[in-house]
């Protein structure tokens, strides 16, 4: 049974391969009139990966230095739980 990647967890040169596969394909299967567009929308995937990596930092640092989930929350511009449900695997023991 072959196991998936999710899309998410890729590197960049694990997705510029899948992007090669497509353009590879013969005939009018895919057309791209602009290649500029999907470079542009991996780019934009990385910073968002890159983003991720640091607010997790951030919320991280901030309950390492005795900040409550509420703080963090707020500043986030989520609720208290919300923040706690979505950051707390990153502090538990």
Do not use: C, N, Y
């Amino acid at each position: 049974m072959k196991t998936t990647k999710h899309p998410r967890s890729m590197t960049s040169r694990e997705t510029d391969a899948i992007i090669t596969a497509i353009d590879d394909v013969p005939g009018d299967a895919l057309v791209v009139t602009d290649p500029a567009v999907l470079a542009e929308l991996r780019a934009a995937a990385a910073a968002q990966r890159d983003a991720r990596g640091r607010v997790e930092a951030a919320v991280l640092a901030a309950r390492r230095a005795g900040l409550s989930w509420g703080v963090i929350g707020a500043q986030l511009g989520i609720t208290r739980q919300g923040a706690r449900q979505r950051f707390e695997r990153l502090v538990a023991p």
